[in-house]
């Protein structure tokens, strides 16, 4: 577990000042690389991305140690233990499949939670009551799950981090910064393309649960439903117990550098009109078709359709953007892709080296992380703001300082959800 360890020198020093012969203690025991200064982890879902970003990148950090992985597939789990393993030469990473047991370890500071988005809210609560700090893949699943979120690890004095990496990538953080510091003049317009959706709806066919899968578990707060392939594991995102879709899933890289650019990223869109279709006849029900469009109380509109993820800003002066995810800078002139932003202007916090070595370092100083949970549920919300008002078919009027619709009841209610017992945020 982590915490401050003296060095080899002055241990030595104090114990022969004190008339002590000490038992020369190998120096990879003590010291920045001692196992008392290493940030302690438990990984909870080790998919996809779990494993194939999360745990790698990981692996990487010199004063982090995972001590645990855990997983509700247990066919998942060898594959993550053995990466742990091979990465510290040894067998003693655990495995398990339910994450309250990761969450009871005295010995772990931290925990990276990778797991379908119904699930984030909840286990990251649990884990910071548990006095765990906190990285949690992105989104939450409603609005009001967001404001808990955020209440609990404040009431707690927790670090966490929006598990996303765009505010480390360059081309996204230099393009707030051209955008905040008036390169283009006075923002007017933000244009967001996410990607196209699957194409089949989905086998709603019940199925036998695979030996290996702890299924109600999976479900966990989620409405009891029967078990088929489609449901579980990636397709969880287009099905409306477990995520908000495509605009969820996206928007919430893209529009979090739109509002970081808009500086609205601790506030919000005050209307908001989305247009679409939803998935039918088959399992899928999230939404498949969007346009919507936003309107800001400085006067900047932003519209979000389909296509090539993008991302561009046009202001009285000109544009800057680009096309595709990662996509390089393009702008309306070399002057504006040339410009240095100078000392005084305004400088955009970031961390180049991304987002788990920002949290590593955050909880060493206790600080906020570049994506931290006021912000990260406030870039949720403008998603589920998107899907409401497709969800509603008509235009909504949101008070982001107030966090509420005006006058719409019907909208509130969509708000918050049930989760099936014992399950719960109290």
Wanted: proline share 7%; with cysteine; hydrophobic share 30%.
């Amino acid at each position: 577990m982590y915490h401050r360890n003296p060095t080899r020198r002055s241990f030595l020093k104090s114990a022969l000042a004190a008339g002590i012969a000490p038992t020369l203690i190998p120096s990879r025991l003590l010291g920045a690389d001692s196992p008392s200064n290493k940030i302690t982890i438990g990984f909870i879902g080790v998919g996809s991305h779990g494993t194939n970003h999360n745990l790698k990148n990981y692996l990487k950090q010199t004063d982090a140690r995972v001590l645990t992985v855990c997983d509700v597939d247990r066919s998942r789990m060898p594959k993550a233990k053995q990466m742990v393993d091979d990465r510290y030469g040894n067998t003693d990473c655990t495995t398990t499949e339910d994450f309250r047991e990761v969450l009871a370890r005295p010995d772990i500071d931290a925990v990276m939670i990778s797991t379908p988005d119904h699930w984030h809210t909840l286990m990251s609560v649990m884990a910071v009551r548990a006095g765990k700090d906190v990285q949690c893949e992105k989104p939450t699943l409603t609005i009001d799950e967001g404001k808990i979120l955020n209440r609990e690890i404040r009431r707690h004095n927790k670090v966490f981090q929006t598990s996303t990496e765009d505010r480390s990538v360059p081309v996204y953080h230099r393009m707030a910064e051209l955008v905040r510091n008036g390169r283009i003049g006075t923002l007017e317009r933000i244009e967001v393309i996410l990607p196209k959706q699957p194409t089949v709806p989905g086998d709603p066919t019940p199925q036998a649960v695979p030996t290996d899968l702890n299924y109600d578990l999976w479900l966990g707060p989620a409405p009891e439903k029967p078990y088929t392939k489609d449901r579980v594991h990636f397709h969880f995102r287009w099905i409306w117990d477990y995520s908000g879709g495509i605009i969820c899933d996206w928007g919430t890289h893209l529009f979090d550098t739109a509002q970081w650019a808009n500086n609205t990223e601790r506030s919000g869109p005050i209307e908001i009109l989305g247009k679409g279709t939803h998935w039918e006849g088959g399992l899928y029900d999230t939404v498949k078709d969007y346009d919507v469009s936003y309107r800001y109380e400085n006067g900047v509109t932003m519209t979000c359709t389909s296509g090539n993820p993008s991302l561009k800003f046009y202001g009285s002066k000109g544009w800057v953007g680009n096309e595709g995810w990662r996509g390089p800078l393009q702008a309306s002139s070399p002057k504006i892709l040339n410009s240095v932003i100078e000392p005084g202007e305004t400088k955009l916090f970031t961390n180049p080296a991304g987002e788990h070595r920002n949290f590593l370092d955050c909880v060493k100083s206790r600080k906020d992380p570049y994506f931290p949970v006021d912000i990260g549920h406030r870039i949720s919300t403008v998603c589920h703001l998107a899907n409401l008002s497709i969800r509603l078919g008509r235009r909504l009027e949101w008070d982001p300082a107030t966090e509420q619709f005006k006058n719409d009841s019907e909208a509130t209610q969509l708000m918050s959800r049930p989760m099936r017992k014992p399950w719960s945020l109290t």
